[in-house]
């Protein structure tokens, strides 16, 4: 009777500790963004944010003259995720000046791109957010004071640099084309 009574005990320490093993798994999946690997956060209306938050962080690196590492800027971008859905500042998330700097340079940005009138709410932020943080992985070496993703943006924002300013060259060539256009079918002026 005694063995089965304790056998009966062990089999409810058992189940309590699996169910205790799941709640802190929860838990912490709660508490630790994931990083987004889709496109979902590909839309036109988010690209704006995502690129002001990549130039952020190439800003903070720049500011720091190349002494930020994928680690810190990972630990930033978790850090306002966090401070984001629990509606705290992100001080309360990110201790580092690295990991402060580089959340101030993306919530500048984004400040700038609210004043252009976009506005994508929470969900949209954090979705962002994520997904730079898949980019962080898929980028970054699994070596301490890697900065391979830091190096990967810094290529990937001089292309943009470089296509806006193609595009803008282009803008101004067809205003000069359309004016000797104009100049050509008017005649020109006296």
């Known amino acids: 009777m005694n063995r089965q009574r304790q056998r009966k005990l062990e089999r409810k320490r058992a189940r309590q ?13 709660r508490s630790e963004p994931a990083a987004y690997h889709g496109t979902k956060y590909f839309t036109p209306r988010l690209f704006g944010y995502r690129l002001a938050a990549e130039m952020g962080i190439n800003e903070a690196d720049n500011f720091l003259r190349g002494k930020l590492t994928d680690t810190e800027v990972s630990d930033a971008v978790k850090g306002l995720i966090m401070a984001i859905r629990q509606s705290r500042p992100p001080s309360d998330f990110c201790h580092t000046r690295e990991q402060q700097l580089v959340i101030w340079r993306i919530e500048k940005a984004w400040r700038e791109g609210l004043r252009q009138g976009i506005e994508v709410g929470r969900d949209g932020l954090v979705g962002v957010l994520r997904s730079i943080l898949g980019s962080i992985e898929s980028h970054t070496s699994p070596v301490p004071g890697a900065r391979s993703y830091l190096d990967w ?26 004016e000797r256009a ?9």
Do not use: C, H, N, Y
């Open 182 to 190: 104009q100049l050509d079918l008017f005649g020109s002026p006296r």
């Open 17 to 29: 500790r699996k169910r205790k093993a799941r709640e802190v798994a929860k838990t912490r999946q």
């Open 153 to 178: 943006l810094e290529g990937l924002i001089a292309e943009v640099v470089e296509m806006a300013q193609e595009e803008k060259g282009t803008e101004e060539e067809d205003e000069e084309e359309e």
